[in-house]
């Protein structure tokens, strides 16, 4: 695969990838704020910036805003963010049982890219020495509601708070620990729930309700929820 970065006056930074079986120019944009396009191999790469400068006003329209890791932001339940002048030439992150401490160089900025992914590289760190936390909250309300699973398992994912698979292994998102308890709580009976119903039939709805009587409301709430950074 060919990549190429350029700069467009109005966006930024701007990726263009040359990738085999790809037959149209395309434009996705990432959660990142980050503007791909995807090309054919026989175009040149001209064609493909004349593209995404066509484009200007739908990607400035669509495009996400990046979520910023400022200080003393929250990181879970345990964790806050601090960044502190550091002497290296690059920014270096500590984990410790409380904090993400950042060091920032000389020259460097909190926004800067580099920094910020230092940041989020820390705060996952913290989010992974949390998911006891997690675990336990899916052990206490498969308790309560009796809905069992067979195994559960932790990671980031880009698009989707939980999972539940057939074999009925429950996944959670890290960042579920950066949302309120009630919304926690509804993605973990959501998961479970599906235990019974693998769909989103009116008996899987009738099942979460029964447990979670607001779910409608928390719904809306966990969809309008930032995922990640």
Not at 73 to 98: A, C, E, W
Not at 211 to 227: D, G, H, T, Y
Request: with cysteine; net charge positive.
């Amino acid at each position: 695969m060919a990549v190429k970065l350029i700069d467009i006056n109005g966006l930024g930074s701007v990726k263009l990838t040359k990738r085999r079986g790809t037959k149209r120019l395309r434009i996705r944009l990432s959660s990142r704020g980050e503007v791909i396009v995807s090309m054919p191999t026989w175009l040149p790469f001209i064609a493909g910036e004349k593209f995404a400068f066509q484009h200007k006003e739908w990607i400035e329209t669509n495009r996400i805003v990046p979520k910023l890791l400022l200080p003393n932001h929250q990181i879970g339940r345990n964790h806050k963010l601090l960044f502190k002048v550091g002497k290296g030439t690059k920014p270096s992150v500590r984990v410790t049982s409380d904090g993400v401490v950042v060091s920032v160089p000389v020259g460097l900025t909190v926004k800067s890219d580099v920094v910020q992914a230092t940041a989020i590289r820390g705060a996952r760190k913290a989010l992974q020495s949390q998911e006891l936390l997690l675990a336990e909250k899916l052990k206490t309300i498969s308790n309560i509601t009796g809905l069992k699973f067979k195994s559960d398992r932790y990671g980031f994912m880009k698009s989707k708070w939980g999972s539940c698979r057939s074999d009925k292994t429950i996944t959670l998102n890290y960042h579920l620990l950066d949302l309120p308890d009630d919304q926690i709580n509804y993605v973990i009976v959501h998961e479970l729930a599906h235990t019974k119903h693998l769909n989103h039939s009116s008996s899987f709805w009738a099942l979460v309700e029964s447990f979670v009587p607001n779910f409608k409301q928390l719904r809306k709430e966990v969809k309008s929820a930032k995922l990640g950074w």
